[in-house]
């Protein structure tokens, strides 16, 4: 599309006008009025004729992924391929970035330079929301060699825009997790339970429990040999995440409301490094009306990886979450016993009862921790300061019962073998390391 420039408009105005109404009132003067308006509009046609000749041969070139940050500034380049680089070249670029993505500019100017085929820039952005999102075109604009008209045209681009969530702002409250496994110097450090991880055998000592004499070795031998195991310092960690209707009820935080997925999704990668960096193989199950994604346990940076993959398009679904399939499938895939972290809620009598009954599968098996925010205003009746008002005590009533109703649950559960815990939305990620490292030292696993 070739549309006119404002230098356009001006020469038009000081030729077309003037010489017009010089034609109009002076008849002797019409041949001279005719000739520069005849020439001024031969060189408007030339000149958009070659218009159409200015972004030929020009192609973008993005990345196919880029990988941003909520809330942070990043930056991906462009580049300018120009297949006739005879002549220096200037080009205006735009993108028609998604809502969510906010941009410094929303078009810049690039300048090719005489006998340069290729030309580069780069393209700050800061994603407000985590999630995928496509750039499928980018738009084009080039001046004519006189400047009146711009040649305006598309190209179709491929481009991902991966925009994980922002895990810079727990660093304060999870520093001293990470500090204290990189302390210098060495220091005694008491672990309870016993580990049954076999590391090797030895000869018979009195006091030795039956069940530890390896009584194929012992035939072999001639003698009793007995099993010495050591204690197990790698886990299986598994963090299970609710995507279900509850997960897109609103909680306030330092950095502003959020939803509660997204304070699931921010605890469960913490604790994925976490774990990681003191030798446990960690894991992610994804869930809401059906299993959405499972990553068995592993580690390693590729491995962390894949989880933040399956976490960073997440959004909340408005289904009711199936928690008998959740644990028939974790049953069946999940051999051998592991920690499992839930990140749900169970605020619903519905769900809770439901969860209560589907316990049953996995509790006997694996060690399982379930965690909920818990919810405002949900606290023993005298627990705050006085009312101000008479409505605040019916508020205050309702969330007494709330608080009752969670805590006997959580007495429900613990009959099933099953802990579960109320915690402080502004803690989460904390909250939920300081059960692993609790569950890690005590060897429960």
């Given amino acids: 599309m070739i549309v006119p420039r404002t230098r356009l408009l001006v020469w038009s105005s000081l030729i077309l006008l003037p010489f017009a109404a010089v034609g109009a009132t002076l008849p002797g003067a019409l041949p001279v009025?005719?000739?520069?308006?005849?020439?001024?509009?031969?060189?408007?046609?030339?000149?958009?004729?070659?218009?159409?000749?200015?972004?030929?041969?020009?192609?973008?070139?993005?990345?196919?992924?880029?990988?941003?940050q909520k809330d942070r500034p990043g930056s991906f380049e462009v580049r300018v391929q120009n297949d006739h680089a005879a002549a220096a070249r200037t080009v205006r670029i735009g993108f028609a970035f998604p809502p969510l993505i906010e941009t410094t500019a929303d078009d810049q100017f690039v300048t090719l330079p005489a006998g340069a085929p290729l030309a580069s820039?780069?393209?700050?952005?800061?994603?407000?929301?985590?999630?995928?999102?496509?750039?499928?075109?980018?738009?084009?604009?080039?001046?004519?060699?006189?400047?009146?008209?711009?040649?305006?045209?598309?190209?179709?681009?491929?481009?991902?825009?991966?925009?994980?969530?922002?895990?810079f702002?727990?660093?304060?409250?999870?520093?001293?997790?990470?500090?204290?496994?990189?302390?210098?110097?060495?220091?005694?450090?008491?672990?309870?339970?016993?580990?049954?991880?076999?590391?090797?055998?030895?000869e018979y000592l009195p006091g030795d429990s039956i069940d530890e004499i390896h009584w194929k070795a012992s035939a072999k031998r001639g003698h009793p040999v007995t099993k010495v195991f050591q204690i197990e310092r790698t886990q299986e960690v598994y963090v299970i995440v609710d995507a279900s209707r509850l997960s897109a009820r609103k909680v306030t935080t330092e950095a502003g409301t959020v939803t509660v997925l997204e304070r699931f999704v921010t605890a469960a990668l913490i604790l994925g490094a976490a774990a990681e960096r003191q030798g446990d193989q960690f894991?992610?199950?994804?869930?809401?009306?059906?299993?959405?994604?499972?990553?068995?346990?592993?580690?390693?940076?590729?491995?962390?990886?894949?989880?933040?993959d399956r976490l960073y398009a997440l959004q909340p679904q408005a289904v009711t979450p199936d928690f008998e399939e959740l644990c028939a499938f974790i049953r069946l895939r999940l051999r051998k016993r592991a920690l499992l972290i839930f990140l749900t809620d169970l605020d619903?009598?519905?769900?809770?009862?439901?969860?209560?009954?589907?316990?049953?599968?996995?509790?006997?098996?694996?060690?399982?921790?379930?965690?909920?925010?818990?919810?405002?205003?949900?606290?023993?009746?005298?627990?705050?300061?006085?009312?101000?008002?008479v409505g605040e005590i019916y508020q205050r009533l309702g969330g007494h019962l709330r608080w009752h109703d969670l805590r006997e649950l959580g007495k429900v559960l613990q009959r099933r073998g099953v802990?579960?815990?109320?915690?402080?939305?502004?803690?989460?990620?904390?909250?939920?390391?300081?059960?692993?490292?609790?569950?890690?030292?005590?060897?429960?696993?």
């Fill in 283 to 308: 894991g992610l199950l994804t869930f809401s009306d059906r299993v959405l994604s499972f990553v068995r346990a592993k580690n390693g940076k590729d491995h962390f990886d894949a989880c933040r």
């Fill in 169 to 202: 702002a727990e660093r304060k409250q999870v520093a001293a997790f990470f500090l204290r496994r990189g302390s210098m110097g060495s220091r005694a450090h008491r672990q309870t339970g016993q580990g049954r991880e076999f590391e090797k055998l030895r």
């Fill in 33 to 68: 009025a005719l000739l520069f308006i005849g020439s001024f509009v031969a060189c408007a046609v030339y000149d958009a004729l070659v218009a159409t000749r200015a972004v030929q041969g020009i192609r973008i070139l993005l990345p196919d992924l880029v990988r941003l």
């Fill in 348 to 389: 619903d009598p519905m769900l809770s009862e439901s969860f209560s009954r589907s316990s049953d599968l996995i509790s006997r098996q694996h060690l399982v921790l379930v965690n909920m925010m818990q919810p405002a205003g949900a606290a023993p009746l005298f627990e705050n300061e006085a009312v101000a008002a």
């Fill in 121 to 167: 820039l780069g393209w700050t952005v800061t994603p407000r929301e985590r999630g995928l999102f496509h750039l499928d075109r980018v738009y084009l604009e080039a001046m004519s060699p006189l400047g009146f008209w711009a040649k305006r045209t598309s190209q179709s681009v491929r481009t991902e825009l991966r925009a994980y969530p922002n895990l």
């Fill in 419 to 445: 802990r579960f815990a109320l915690l402080d939305p502004q803690r989460l990620a904390a909250e939920v390391l300081a059960q692993h490292a609790d569950v890690k030292a005590r060897q429960l696993v």
